[in-house]
């Protein structure tokens, strides 16, 4: 079994303002053990502002609001929809393509996304309860805490 590290827990993370906008952009890597910041190819364009590292899966927003994840997916901690493979590069959340999200939190084996709407979405291992759905089943997707809506 192949084991996957955040960015955040090997390297140290390279990282500009960008010109004229108040936000970072950045060099992220996804690779074993990585010694010096190296680009991350899929993220190239994108000005990312807040990233999180999990245990072994990393997620960032950019300054649209697009949520990004990659690494284990054991659990579905990814939120791609389908647990399994490890994501090798970031990809856009697509469950979440139609939320603005303004922060996000990658924990052990499960990840948070809050949207501008303040409404709270989670996804990965359901066991305890993590999710906050009431029950203790894994999600592949990012799904609504509906017990957080005012």
């Not at 079994?1 to 140290?12: G, P």
């Not at 680009?39 to 649209?64: E, K, M, P």
């Not at 997916?73 to 590069?89: P, T």
């Not at 856009?92 to 084996?109: K, T, Y």
Request: glycine share 12%; hydrophobic share 50%; proline share 3%.
């Amino acid at each position: 079994m192949a084991h996957w590290y955040s960015a955040a827990s090997v390297a140290i993370f390279e990282y500009t303002l960008s010109a004229g906008a108040a936000c970072f952009t950045g060099s992220f890597s996804v690779s074993l053990l990585i010694a010096v910041p190296t680009a991350v190819h899929a993220l190239q364009g994108v000005c990312v502002r807040i990233v999180s590292a999990g245990l072994n899966h990393t997620l960032a927003v950019s300054d649209a609001g697009a949520a990004f994840a990659w690494g284990n997916n054991d659990d579905g901690q990814a939120g791609h929809g389908v647990a399994g493979a490890a994501v090798r590069v970031p990809r856009q959340i697509e469950a979440l393509r139609s939320v603005a999200v303004a922060a996000v939190s990658a924990g052990g084996i499960h990840s948070l996304f809050l949207a501008a709407s303040g409404a709270v979405y989670s996804c990965g291992r359901g066991d305890g309860g993590p999710l906050g759905h009431g029950d203790t089943a894994d999600q592949a997707t990012p799904k609504l805490i509906e017990a957080l809506q005012a």
